[in-house]
């Protein structure tokens, strides 16, 4: 897998407790919408027992000039390091990997179901798709806390309202469904309501270990095929 050098060229916060962080493009590294990229510091002032390695999905689309991901903000070394870093400071980057990515059939519909920090591959592919002028039939079911708590909520409300063949569907587990603003937990029967057609597309299911799972299993008891579901589990070093 190759081995790049690159820089920090800024940060900043997109909820509470997540900060995305942006570095330079290393000539000649290419990803696709979806993949992911371990990045290394380079002789941090202190580390831990888990080293100086950490895997990212990339939020950036694959058309973007710059790389850009994001995560929550943890106490550990590793992310005090990371958040301290100055402008222009080097790290090495690795990647691309891992197969989470769409469906070459672009008429085939696509079902995203991301939890907390687990929409970082998702705005890859829907900044990508969005670019691209796609009419692919997309959902997005996002679940968090609160509205304060959902990375890139502005911006994908705003891709949203553009009309081109994704909706957005908000599950604020901590908010009381009030006239259809929000949606409330994630089970069996609000997938249902949101997504009537399922069995007729390909699910993306990212965030944590326990969420996924959850989400698998509610997909299989609507008929889902196991073949037609894609996991990337967000472990939160």
């Known amino acids: 897998m190759p081995l790049f050098t690159t820089t920090l060229r800024g940060r900043e916060d997109v ?105 970082t591959p998702f705005m890859s592919m829907l900044r990508q798709e969005d670019r691209d002028g796609s009419k692919r039939p997309r959902v997005l079911v996002y679940s968090n806390r609160t509205p304060g708590d959902a990375p890139f909520l502005s911006e994908l409300e705003a891709l949203a309202r553009r009309g081109s063949g994704f909706r957005l569907v908000q599950a604020m587990t901590d908010v009381v469904a009030a006239a259809g603003t929000w949606g409330g937990m994630v089970d069996p029967d609000f997938l249902a309501r949101h997504l009537p057609r399922a069995v007729a597309a390909t699910h993306y299911l990212a965030g944590p270990p326990a969420l996924v799972g959850g989400l698998r299993r509610a997909l299989a008891a609507m008929g889902v095929a196991e073949e037609d579901i894609r996991t990337d589990e967000f472990y939160g070093y």
């Open 15 to 119: 909820a509470r407790g997540t900060t995305a962080f942006r570095f330079a493009r290393p000539e000649g590294f290419t990803f696709a919408a979806g993949q992911a990229v371990n990045l290394t510091l380079i002789a941090p002032p202190e580390t831990d027992a888990k080293g100086d390695s950490r895997t990212f999905s990339l939020a950036s689309a694959p058309s973007d000039d710059g790389l850009q991901v994001a995560t929550r903000m943890r106490d550990t070394a590793f992310k005090r390091v990371l958040g301290s870093l100055a402008v222009g400071a080097p790290v090495k980057l690795r990647g691309p990997m891992g197969q989470f990515t769409l469906p070459e059939d672009a008429a085939r519909p696509v079902v995203m179901l991301a939890g907390g920090i687990g929409i």
